[in-house]
């Protein structure tokens, strides 16, 4: 019972930043905030279907999977903006 409660309350703050990363995105046009919206997002997703699954749990594959793909985002996208400034 208190395990869905934080896992929405998490939930809720991965889709907030990811709100506020879209808003940055939005401004400056900036790919590296676009990115972190993406994975925010995606980790929103993952502890929403976490929640709502009854038979799931944390080790099953697909939720691994799903954040795999979250934090390569991450990593993708700390990475091509430090290339972006080392050419300059």
């Not at 400056?28 to 980790?43: I, K, P, Q, V």
């Not at 993952?46 to 080790?59: A, C, K, P, T, V």
Request: with cysteine; proline share 1%; charged share 20%.
């Amino acid at each position: 019972m208190i395990g869905d409660v934080l896992l929405g309350a998490i939930g809720m703050g991965c889709f907030i930043a990811s709100l506020f990363f879209l808003k940055f995105w939005k401004t400056t046009r900036d790919r590296f905030f676009l990115y972190f919206a993406l994975s925010f997002f995606m980790e929103g997703v993952n502890r929403f279907l976490l929640g709502m699954i009854d038979y799931s749990s944390e080790q099953e594959p697909l939720f691994y999977v799903i954040r795999l793909i979250s934090f390569s985002l991450i990593i993708y996208a700390i990475i091509e903006k430090n290339r972006v400034h080392e050419k300059q």
